[in-house]
C-alpha cells in the first residue's frame, strides 16, 4: 500500500526524504536519508527566520552526537 | 505509481541496501533497532547504557565494536559500518549547510520507507554506542555551555546574506550581552565554543567581542592574562577550553561565577 513521504532538496542539490522531526532543547531537528542512497543520512535544525523556514547545519560533534541519541531513543523501539 | 524519486530508493535497496548481501542488513531490516541493539549488548554494555560502572566497562570492551560484530559485520565491514557515521556526522555539521525547507510529497510503500528508517536507526546505533564510549563527557560538557548567555547570543541567523549561503555576527550585541554579565568568563567561553563551532575568522570575531566588552585589547590578551600561553609565547587555546569547561562546571554546580575582566 502507498503510503506519503516528505523530500527535500538541501544544500548540496540532493534530494531527501525526511524521516522524522524531534524537538529537543528549544530546537526542532529534521533527520533525512538521501533518497539516491539510504547509506546517506544526515540531520538539519529547523529554524524560522525574516527570510522564512530553513534547514541549517548542527552546530558541532557534540550537538551532533546528541540528536543521534534522539534519534535513536525514538526509534528503537 | 511510485513516484520517480521512490523507484531510485527501491533501486537502491534492492540492489544491496546499506551493506551488501553477505552483511546481517536483511535481518536487521526485519527487526527493530531495540530488539537488536538488546540482542547484541551483553549485561556489562547494558551497564554502560546506563551510566553504571563507566569507567570499568571502558578498560574492557569497545561496545562499538562488539555491536558492530555481534550484528554480523565483520572487521572489513566494521570499517564501512563507522564511516557511514561519520559520513552522516560530516553531512550534519556546520552552518554553511542551509537550504530552505521547502517539502514536496512523494508516495512510496511502507516497506521501503521503514527499510530506509532502518538504516538511520542503525548508524544512529553506531553513533549512540560509540558515542557513549567517547564523548560521554563532552555531551555533558555541550548541554552545560550553551546554557551561558556567551553561547546563546552568538547567533549565525541573525544577518545572512541575500542567497543565505553566508552570514555575520553582530560582534557589538554579543559584547554587549556580555558586558553585562556576572560570568563574564563564563560567557566569554560560551561565546568562543559557539564561535568555534561555526569555524568562522573565529580569532578575529573574538577580539572584536572582547574589546568591546573588557579592558582587553583583544582575545589574545585576554588568554595571556590567565596564563594560557605557550613555552613558545602563542595562545594554548586546548588548555583554555580544558580549563573554560572545568570552571563553568564548577561555577554552575555551586552557583559561582567570576568576573576578571
Known amino acids: 500500500m502507498d503510503i506519503e513521504a516528505e523530500v527535500v532538496t538541501l544544500n548540496d542539490g540532493l534530494d531527501y526524504v525526511i524521516l522524522d522531526e524531534i524537538s529537543a532543547h528549544s530546537n526542532v531537528y529534521v533527520y533525512l536519508s ?4 539510504p547509506r546517506n543520512f544526515c540531520v538539519r535544525k529547523r529554524i524560522q527566520n525574516n527570510v522564512g523556514s530553513l534547514l541549517v ?21 | 505509481m511510485a513516484d520517480k524519486t521512490w523507484d531510485s530508493i527501491n533501486r537502491a535497496v534492492v540492489n544491496g541496501g546499506p551493506l551488501n548481501e553477505t552483511s546481517n542488513y536483511k535481518r536487521m531490516a526485519g527487526m527493530s533497532t531495540k530488539e537488536l541493539l538488546d540482542e547484541a549488548l551483553d549485561p556489562r554494555v547494558q551497564d554502560l547504557r ?13 561496545p562499538r ?67 557513549l564510549a567517547y564523548s560521554v563527557s563532552k555531551i555533558e560538557d555541550a548541554n552545560l555551555v550553551k546554557e551561558t548567555v556567551g553561547y546563546q547570543s552568538v547567533v549565525e541567523n541573525t544577518h545572512r546574506t541575500e542567497d ?13 550581552d556580555l558586558a553585562s554579565s556576572s560570568n563574564y568568563d563564563d560567557d566569554v567561553y560560551g561565546a568562543y565554543y559557539k564561535v568555534n563551532a ?17 579592558d582587553y585589547p583583544d582575545f589574545t590578551n585576554y588568554l595571556k592574562e590567565h596564563g594560557l600561553v605557550k613555552a613558545d609565547g602563542s595562545i594554548d587555546v586546548d588548555k583554555y577550553m580544558a580549563q573554560a569547561s572545568m570552571d563553568l562546571k564548577n561555577h554552575l554546580e555551586n552557583n559561582t561565577g567570576e568576573r576578571t575582566r
Not at chain 2, 563507522?82 to 555539521?93: C, D, Q, T, W
Not at chain 2, 549561503?165 to 554579543?174: E, L, M, Q
Not at chain 2, 569555524?199 to 568591546?212: H, S
Open chain 2, 65 to 131: 565494536d562488539y555491536f558492530l560484530s555481534y550484528v554480523g559485520i565483520d572487521d572489513s565491514k566494521r570499517q564501512v559500518a563507522v564511516a557511514y557515521n561519520e559520513n552522516a556526522r560530516n553531512n550534519s555539521v556546520g552552518s554553511n549547510k542551509v537550504s530552505a525547507d521547502v517539502r514536496r510529497k512523494v508516495k512510496t510503500d511502507a516497506k521501503t520507507k521503514n527499510i530506509v528508517k532502518a538504516t538511520a536507526a542503525f548508524i544512529a546505533g553506531v553513533a549512540v554506542v560509540g558515542g
Open chain 1, 57 to 77: 547545519g548542527l552546530d558541532d560533534d557534540d550537538e551532533y552526537n546528541m540528536a543521534m541519541k534522539l534519534y535513536f531513543e525514538k526509534n528503537k523501539k
Open chain 2, 50 to 62: 546506563s551510566g553504571k560502572q563507566f569507567e570499568d566497562i571502558k578498560k574492557i570492551i569497545d
Open chain 2, 164 to 176: 543565505n549561503k553566508g552570514y555575520w555576527y553582530d560582534t557589538t550585541a554579543i559584547a554587549s
Open chain 1, 34 to 37: 538521501n533518497t539516491e542512497d
Open chain 2, 198 to 214: 561555526d569555524g568562522y575568522n573565529v580569532l578575529g570575531t573574538m577580539d572584536d567581542i572582547i574589546a568591546q566588552s573588557s
